[in-house]
C-alpha cells in the first residue's frame, strides 16, 4: 500500500485527534447520497430504514443532504428553520449563490461526511482538496464499471482481475464518471461497500481494497407480529386481484382462486435483475401448463420504473369499468335488498319473477356490454416512450405471451414504482409483496439487493407462524466448491422459431480469453430431446386407427391428436416456446 494512503488512514491529517469515543454532543454527521428523499433504487432504502435509528443515536447533529426536487419536497420532506445560527449562516451563504436548501455550537464540532456512490463522490474529493477539517468515508453499494460490464453480456465475475478498467470505461463512453468513482474512493479516509463480493468487484475495479464491509441492515420488528400475517396476505392479495378485475375485464376467464401472483422489481437493468431469465421462464411454464391442461393461471409483474409520458387509456378504461360494474351491483342489491326486506315484514315470501323489475335488468345489460372488448387486455400499464426498442417489450413480443385468453401465464408490466396514491395499483412496495405468492429475483449483477431479503423475511415469518401451511429451507453454498458464477448470454437461448427474431445471438458473443466454454453452451437438439423426455404428452382423445400402406395391416398412430377446433399437436413434442410459436403461427 503506498506510503500516503498509509498515512490519510491512520492519521487523518488536518482533524484533532479523537479518543475512542468521542462526545456525540460536539460532533455533526452528514449524509450525502443522490437519493436522499428521491427514490431510484437501493440506496433509498438504505437510507429511509437507517434513518430513525441514526436519528435517536445522534439527535440535531444528523444531516441528510440531498437533491432538492419538488416531488420529493412535496410527499417526504417536512420543512423546518435551520436549528442552528450557524447552520443558518451556511445557508443562506448557498441560497444567494443559487443553491436552493430546505434545512431541517457555536462551539467548532467535529464533523464526520459519509458520501454514498459516485454521485455524491465530487463533494469528498473537493472536501481532501481543499483540506478541510473532515473526516471523509465513502460507501459504493455497486460499481459503475461493474453494472456496465454485466448489462453487456460479459463473463464478468469470473474475469474480474483481467480487465483493463481505463479501456473498458472508455468504450462504454463513462470514463469520467468512472474516475469521479475511483478518486472518491481512494480520497475517502474510510472505504466501505455493503457486501464481501462488492468489496472484491471494488478492489479490482476502483483499486483499493474497501477497509470495512457494512452489510445493509433490514427491519425485522414489523415482521415478528406472526399472528397478524394471514390476515395482511389476505387483506393486500384482495386489493391485488381488484387491480386484476379491471386489468382482464372481458378477459377475466380464469379464476381468481386458483391464480398465483409472481412479480420482479428494482432497477430497471435488464440483464443485470434477471428479467430476461425470468420473461424465457415464464413462456416454458406458460407452455407446461397449457399442454397439461392445468386450471392453475400466473400473473406475473415487473415492477420497474422506466420512461413514460402518461397512463395507458385501456389501463384507466378497465379500472373504470370495475368500479362502474361494481357501483351497478351495489344499486341492484340495495333494490333487492329493500324488496325482501318489506316482504319479509309483512310476513310472505317474496315473488321472486318481481324482486327485479325492467330497468334493473337493462342495467345489468349495459353493464355486461360494457365489459366487452375486442383487444387483448394491455401488458403494460403505462405509455412507453421507447415502445419498440424497450427491452422487456421486446423480449414479449418474440416470446409472444400477449395475454391472450389461451395464456395460462399473464404479464403486466408496470413501469413506475408502486404508490398508494395511485389510480392503477393504489398499494405501496410492503403490501404488495405481502399480497403475492412469490418473488423471482434471478440477478446475475447483485451487490445486495433488498427486495430478495424483504420477500425472504415474509417467508420465514409465515413459516415460524404456520408451519403446516409453510416451509422456509435457507439454502446454502457447497462448503467446498461455493458459488460457480455462469457466463450469461445476451439472450437466453430459447428454441428456434423464437430464436429467430432475436437481434443478438449468443454465438455472436466474444469468446472468453481462455477459450471457449464448451459445456455451457446451449444445444437446441439436446435441449429439445430433453423436453421430449421429461414433458408429459396431453391426453387428447385417440385418432381412429388407419391402415398402413404397405402392409395393409391397422395400426394406432402413436401420437395422439386434438380435435380441429382445439389447438394442432405436432408430430413429436417440440420445446416450450418452439411449439409455443407455432400455435400462434
Known amino acids: 500500500m503506498p506510503l500516503s494512503r498509509t498515512l490519510s488512514m ?26 436522499v ?28 443532504v440531498g437533491p432538492y426536487t419538488e416531488q420529493g419536497v412535496r410527499t417526504q420532506v417536512e420543512l423546518l428553520e435551520p436549528p442552528t445560527p450557524a447552520l443558518k449562516r451556511t445557508l443562506d451563504s448557498m441560497n444567494s449563490k443559487g443553491c436552493k436548501f430546505l434545512a431541517q455550537n457555536e462551539e467548532k464540532p467535529h464533523v464526520v461526511a459519509h ?24 460507501t459504493t453499494h455497486a460499481t459503475l464499471l461493474g453494472r456496465y460490464l454485466c448489462a453487456g453480456a460479459v463473463d464478468f465475475y469470473n474475469n474480474l482481475e483481467n480487465f483493463n478498467v481505463d479501456k473498458e470505461a472508455g468504450e462504454r463512453q463513462i470514463y469520467h464518471r468512472y474516475c469521479m468513482e475511483r478518486a472518491a474512493a481512494h480520497c475517502a479516509h474510510v472505504f466501505t461497500t455493503v457486501s464481501q463480493i462488492t468489496a472484491i468487484e471494488a478492489q479490482h ?33 384482495a386489493r391485488i386481484q381488484e387491480f386484476v378485475r379491471g386489468h382482464f375485464y372481458g378477459h ?40 397439461n391442461g392445468s386450471e392453475q393461471t400466473v400473473v406475473a409483474f415487473f415492477i420497474m420504473p422506466a420512461r413514460t409520458n402518461n397512463f395507458n387509456v385501456e389501463t384507466l378504461k378497465g379500472q373504470a369499468v370495475r368500479k362502474q360494474l361494481w357501483d351497478t351491483a ?77 395464456d395460462r401465464v ?11 396514491t395511485s389510480p392503477l395499483l393504489p398499494v405501496d412496495y410492503e403490501e404488495f409483496v405481502r399480497g403475492c405468492h412469490l418473488g423471482v429475483f434471478p440477478s446475475y449483477y447483485e451487490p445486495w439487493g433488498y427486495t430478495p431479503y424483504y420477500m425472504s423475511a415474509r417467508h420465514m415469518a409465515l413459516a415460524k407462524a404456520f408451519p403446516d401451511h409453510f416451509t422456509y429451507e435457507p439454502h446454502e453454498a457447497d462448503a467446498t466448491q461455493g458459488y460457480r458464477y455462469p457466463r450469461p448470454a445476451s439472450v437466453p437461448p430459447s428454441p428456434s422459431l423464437s430464436r429467430h427474431s432475436s437481434p443478438h445471438q449468443s454465438e455472436d458473443e466474444e469468446e472468453p480469453r481462455d477459450g471457449p466454454l464448451e459445456e455451457e453452451r446451449y444445444d437446441e437438439d439436446e435441449e429439445a430431446a430433453k423436453d421430449r423426455r421429461n414433458i408429459r404428452a396431453p391426453e387428447w382423445p385417440r385418432r381412429a386407427s388407419c391402415t398402413s400402406s404397405t402392409g395393409g395391416s391397422k395400426r394406432s398412430n402413436s401420437v395422439d391428436t386434438a380435435p380441429s377446433s382445439s389447438i394442432s399437436t405436432p408430430s413429436e413434442p417440440l420445446s416450450p416456446a418452439s411449439s409455443l410459436g407455432e400455435e400462434r403461427n
Request: proline share 4%; aromatic share 12%.
Open 10 to 35: 491512520s492519521s487523518l491529517p488536518g482533524l484533532e485527534d479523537w479518543e475512542d469515543e468521542f462526545d456525540l454532543e460536539n460532533t455533526v454527521l452528514f449524509e450525502v447520497a443522490w437519493e
Open 37 to 64: 428523499a428521491n427514490k431510484v433504487g437501493g440506496i433509498y432504502t438504505v437510507l429511509q430504514t437507517k434513518a430513525k435509528v441514526t436519528g435517536d443515536e445522534w439527535g440535531d447533529n444528523y444531516y441528510l
Open 115 to 138: 458520501f454514498h456512490e459516485w454521485l455524491a463522490g465530487i463533494g469528498l474529493c473537493l472536501c481532501r482538496a481543499r483540506r478541510l477539517p473532515v473526516a471523509t468515508i465513502f
Open 205 to 237: 475495479l476502483l483499486k483499493r481494497k474497501p477497509d470495512i464491509v457494512t452489510p445493509n441492515g433490514l427491519n425485522v420488528k414489523k415482521f415478528s407480529a406472526m399472528h397478524e400475517f394471514q390476515n395482511l396476505h389476505a387483506q393486500s392479495k
Open 252 to 291: 377475466l376467464d380464469f379464476n381468481l382462486d386458483k391464480t398465483l401472483y409472481f412479480f420482479i422489481a428494482g432497477r430497471y437493468e435488464f440483464s443485470n435483475k434477471g428479467a430476461d431469465v425470468f420473461l424465457e421462464a415464464l413462456a416454458r411454464l406458460n407452455y407446461l401448463l397449457r399442454v
Open 330 to 406: 351495489n344499486t341492484v342489491k340495495e333494490k333487492f335488498g329493500r324488496k325482501l326486506y318489506e316482504s319479509l315484514l309483512v310476513g310472505s315470501l317474496p315473488d321472486m319473477n318481481k324482486m327485479l323489475d325492467k330497468e334493473d335488468f337493462t342495467m345489468m345489460k349495459r353493464a355486461i356490454f360494457a365489459t366487452q372488448r375486442q383487444s387483448f387486455p394491455p401488458v403494460c400499464t403505462h405509455n412507453m416512450l421507447d415502445d419498440s426498442s424497450d427491452p422487456i417489450l421486446t423480449t414479449i413480443r418474440r416470446i409472444g405471451l400477449f395475454n391472450s385468453s389461451a
Open 410 to 420: 399473464k404479464v403486466i408490466f408496470h413501469p413506475e414504482f408502486l404508490s398508494s
